[in-house]
């Protein structure tokens, strides 16, 4: 073979091979780039995927980030790291586990199904929700404004029915129970059958104080004291009039829950220069921004 001959073969050999390398190197890349995008769409979430998560909820409570809600025992379980907002309840330690649902079927808030998608298997993520996203926002009409101060008569004269429906037993000379609302002692003074008429006395004691709105669970945290400032029953054309402050402080606005029957509210906008304060029959959440920490557990 001449060396002009070999020297040509070389080159055309150098140039095939290299030719090859970069058919090689196109098609690594290219298979390498489907592979990611591959991982990426398997491996986060996406709408119409079944998922599990762990979270734990926050709303700012004064200044301070308090759990409403949480799928962890442990979370539940420690007031100290995670405190607690009024109306939170404790469950079962088995009733506690991870959140399944589907993403995009509206089986949860908007902001939470929005939220998790895109997250990977094991990513935790803060994801922060408005009201318009969340509960919805709050509805004044079931906000109810009441006086710090107040009154209430000592004597009071209603019906048979009237009675049973306030007190839920029927009266009878001589009776006495306790106010369901103020819990200060009753004593039923006259019940006249043929007129439909009874008669009882708020026999509240001056100086005295009652805890008013609690549940009738005592294990339930609920309601706050009131304190009986005077009590004169010779005033109002011989109704009387009893006098009383509710003992609450701007602190304890979105931190003490309440009871009316069955009924719970939150006890919000405490103002003791206005001597106002307010009953919020609202679900909780309405209106406030919501604080999720969430962990995506698993991705079926």
């Keep these: 073979m001449r060396l002009k001959d070999l020297k040509n073969d070389t080159m055309a050999i150098s140039k095939t091979i290299l030719a090859l390398l970069i058919i090689v190197l196109l098609l690594a890349s290219t298979s390498t780039a489907y592979v990611i995008v591959f991982d990426n769409d398997s491996s986060t979430v996406g709408n119409g995927d079944s998922i599990t998560v ?4 926050t709303v700012n409570i004064q200044g301070v980030e308090k759990v409403f809600d949480t799928s962890m025992w442990e979370v539940a379980l420690d007031n100290e790291t995670y405190p607690k907002t009024a109306w939170f309840t404790m469950r079962s330690q088995s009733a506690y586990s991870g959140f399944t ?4 079927r509206g089986q949860t808030i908007t902001g939470f199904d929005l939220g998790v998608r895109g997250m990977k298997e ?3 993520k803060v994801i922060v929700i408005p009201p318009e996203q969340g509960y919805g926002l709050m509805d004044l009409s079931k906000v109810k404004s009441f006086d710090l101060h107040q009154t209430a008569p000592v004597f009071v004269e209603t019906t048979i029915s009237g009675f049973n429906s306030t007190f839920g037993s029927i009266p009878v000379t001589g009776l006495t129970l306790t106010h369901p609302t103020y819990k200060w002692p009753v004593t039923v003074l006259n019940v006249d059958s043929g007129n439909d008429r009874v008669l009882y006395q708020n026999a509240a004691v001056q100086g005295s104080e009652y805890k008013v709105y609690a549940n009738n669970n005592p294990a ?4 706050w004291n ?5 009590v004169d029953s010779t005033v109002n054309n011989g109704e009387g009039l009893i006098e009383f402050t509710h003992l609450v ?3 304890d606005s979105w931190n003490i829950r309440g009871y009316t029957g069955n009924n719970m509210f939150v006890l919000i906008d405490v103002d003791l220069e206005t001597g106002k304060a307010a009953m919020n ?8 921004t919501l604080t999720f920490h969430v962990t995506v557990e698993k991705i079926k």
Excluded: A, H, K
């Excluded at 762990?54 to 909820?57: E, S």
């Excluded at 029959?281 to 406030?288: D, E, Q, T, V």
């Design 220 to 223: 339930i945290s609920s309601g």
């Design 54 to 57: 762990n979270y734990y909820g």
């Design 249 to 251: 402080t701007e602190e």
């Design 226 to 230: 009131i304190r009986i400032d005077s």
């Design 122 to 124: 094991g990513q935790t």
């Design 101 to 104: 649902f589907t993403v995009g």
């Design 281 to 288: 029959y609202n679900s909780p959440l309405m209106g406030l």
